[in-house]
């Protein structure tokens, strides 16, 4: 596909690529099934390239995605958590595996102080299950828009790495 070589080749812009794709009608919503897992964790942090919105947008118009291909969307609320600093606390990413978040509250402390964060979403919440490859469980995207609360489990960790900032 001439746009998925498009998206991979321009990394950074790939979310903005697709999305202005099918926001111009040039794809259609069965066509992000293939192409959006592979946009999404192809970058890191591919919410700050278009928004929590837009991401929203393309998601619900495909439809509940899985990688591995074939996972079911949860039939009752999940509990996720989320390791990052608190002005990012709300976002798109989630895991079911506190331990996992633990990693990334890690990363982030480098940066600002973080913590983990936990939440319940409903399955209609659960845009896509997306494992990449060598990790499990699979990253659990959401809607941000449709949490109800979300915890800050302990303390936030200071920051380990004041010149990062």
Do not use: C
């Amino acid at each position: 596909m001439r746009l998925l070589a498009e998206i991979v080749q321009d990394r950074l812009n790939g979310p903005r690529i697709l999305y202005d794709a099918w926001a111009a009608g040039q794809i259609s919503n069965d066509d992000l099934r293939g192409l959006i897992p592979d946009t999404w964790l192809y970058v890191d942090w591919p919410e700050r390239i278009i928004g929590a919105g837009k991401w929203v947008q393309l998601f619900r118009a495909a439809g509940f995605l899985s990688i591995p291909y074939g996972l079911p969307q949860p039939a009752s609320a999940i509990t996720v958590f989320r390791g990052a600093t608190a002005e990012r606390r709300v976002g798109m990413s989630w895991t079911p595996d506190i331990n996992r978040a633990s990693q990334f509250h890690q990363r982030h402390s480098w940066h600002a102080p973080a913590a983990i964060y936990r939440t319940v979403v409903t399955p209609e919440a659960v845009l896509a299950l997306l494992e990449r490859k060598g990790e499990r469980p699979p990253e659990v995207v959401v809607d941000p828009q449709m949490f109800t609360t979300i915890d800050q489990l302990g303390p936030l960790h200071p920051q380990r790495h004041p010149e990062a900032g």
